[in-house]
């Protein structure tokens, strides 16, 4: 399976992390790797450059010490 989601053949629904290291890292076996997903990270404008972000990833990385990777995606509105 990792190679047909290198190759571009597969896309493994809710895995959109994993397909991308394996595409755009030149590397089938990222497809296989184990990873969490924090999505839309977001700090009221009155509460930005206080480390609250910080502390919610920070928070996160408790919980994968058995993954390879934990990827975060921050929104701007």
Do not use: C, K
């Not at 700090?43 to 408790?62: D, K, N, S």
């Amino acid at each position: 399976l990792s190679q047909a989601v290198w190759a571009g053949f597969r896309r493994p629904r809710g895995n959109l992390v994993a397909q991308s290291l394996a595409a755009h890292g030149s590397n089938p076996l990222a497809a296989t790797l184990r990873g969490r997903r924090v999505s839309r990270i977001a700090v009221h404008p009155a509460r930005q450059r206080e480390g609250t972000g910080r502390q919610l990833i920070v928070g996160a990385l408790q919980y994968t010490h058995d993954l390879d990777y934990l990827s975060v995606s921050f929104g701007y509105t």
